[in-house]
T-cell receptor, first 112, second 112 residues
Framework: ETGVTQTPRHLVMGMTNKKSLKCEQHLGHNAMYWYKQSAKKPLELMFVYNFKEQTENNSVPSRFSPECPNSSHLFLHLHTLQPEDSALYLC???????????FGPGTRLLVL | SQQGEEDPQALSIQEGENATMNCSYKTSINNLQWYRQNSGRGLVHLILIRSNEREKHSGRLRVTLDTSKKSSSLLITASRAADTASYFCATDPPDQGGKLIFGQGTELSVKP
């Protein structure tokens, strides 16, 4: 256990659905991240939050909408996704921006 | 080619043998990190080596860093079947605010 939890672990959704992924860290970290991991591709950083403020948006389509209500929780709201958005979505946290990142187990997303 | 490329892409060895994985990168870095990922799971941080360090050990892991060649290697000694996983290097370039750049990984298979 890394101290970072993600729910749900698996999600199947249609292209017209709206769903949310949740990440929670119990490490007292200040920075939280969303990554996308597609088959045969390197991890892609999507969003970064530092002290609840979004500090990076890596040209992510607007159908992905992050929310960070406090330093311990991070959400990724999904709507009108495409089949190519099917991937493993990983959340991570770190004490500071240049510190070791600790990853959650991921949410395996399938968009039909 | 992209920052943080692992070599080989896949490696299959017998239990007890040593496994060596290499990572090459293109820009200067603050540090380089190695992560491990079991199939479909989150990443587990293994070791961080800073740009002014040349070698680091952690249990059966040995990491080297050669900044002149922009390369790093991860050595796992006396491998076990439980070491079977994908291994990723991630670089932290100084002008990226702590953003990690991951490679595509090396898939290690350790046969009992």
């Amino acid at each position: 256990e890394t101290g970072v939890t993600q729910t749900p672990r698996h999600l199947v959704m249609g292209m017209t659905n709206k769903k949310s992924l949740k990440c929670e860290q119990h490490l007292g970290h200040n920075a939280m991240y969303w990554y996308k991991q597609s088959a045969k591709k390197p991890l892609e950083l999507m969003f970064v939050y530092n002290f609840k403020e979004q500090t990076e948006n890596n040209s992510v389509p607007s159908r992905f909408s992050p929310e960070c209500p406090n330093s311990s929780h991070l959400f990724l709201h999904l709507h009108t996704l495409q089949p190519e958005d099917s991937a493993l979505y990983l959340c991570a946290s770190s004490k500071g921006r240049q510190e070791t990142q600790y990853f959650g187990p991921g949410t395996r997303l399938l968009v039909l | 080619s992209q920052q943080g490329e692992e070599d080989p892409q896949a490696l299959s060895i017998q239990e007890g043998e040593n496994a060596t994985m290499n990572c090459s990168y293109k820009t200067s870095i603050n540090n380089l990190q190695w992560y491990r990922q079991n199939s479909g799971r989150g990443l587990v941080h293994l070791i961080l080596i800073r740009s002014n360090e040349r070698e680091k050990h952690s249990g059966r892991l040995r990491v080297t860093l050669d900044t002149s060649k922009k390369s790093s290697s991860l050595l796992i000694t006396a491998s076990r079947a439980a070491d079977t996983a994908s291994y990723f290097c991630a670089t932290d370039p100084p002008d990226q605010g702590g953003k990690l750049i991951f490679g595509q990984g090396t898939e290690l298979s350790v046969k009992p």
